[in-house]
């Protein structure tokens, strides 16, 4: 469970109202990592939905670092919408705090919470973009 007031602050749950904070509070479990953890590891499963809210992760592919996330910025949600092991490596550049959602939660949630799934896909746009930027 997490507290729905950690949920308030962050910009991809701005949308919703107390009750729906409260309601996805419920469904959302918080997990914490220690630095140098690696919370999802490339070309393995993934099966859960991450909400960083403390710390920082970056984000390697084949050991490389492409790029840092930050409090609000979520991760995992890839693996889980196409079926596919992560593209990347997950690791916590110092102890953080993540609100996670479990895979077998995750479509419902978001078929429950469009503005949420709105916001979802306009990071994801800009990661596109920026991961073009990369290949210029």
């Not at 995992?76 to 919408?81: A, K, Q, T």
């Not at 550049?93 to 959602?101: H, T």
Request: hydrophobic residues 45%.
């Amino acid at each position: 469970m997490i507290d729905p007031d950690s949920l308030a602050r962050l910009a991809l749950f701005a949308d919703l109202s107390r009750a729906e904070l409260e309601a996805a509070g419920q469904l959302f479990d918080e997990q914490m990592y220690e630095t140098g953890e690696r919370i999802l590891r490339q070309g393995l499963t993934g099966n859960a939905f991450y909400v960083l809210l403390d710390g920082c992760v970056a984000i390697k592919i084949d050991g490389t670092e492409r790029a840092r996330l930050f409090p609000g910025d979520f991760f995992g949600e890839v693996s889980i919408l196409t079926g596919e092991p992560p593209t990347a490596d997950v690791v916590a550049m110092n102890a953080i705090r993540c609100a996670v959602l479990g895979e077998p939660d995750v479509e419902g949630f978001l078929i429950r919470n469009p503005r949420v799934m709105l916001r979802m896909l306009q990071a994801e746009a800009r990661r596109v973009r920026s991961a073009n930027l990369w290949h210029g």
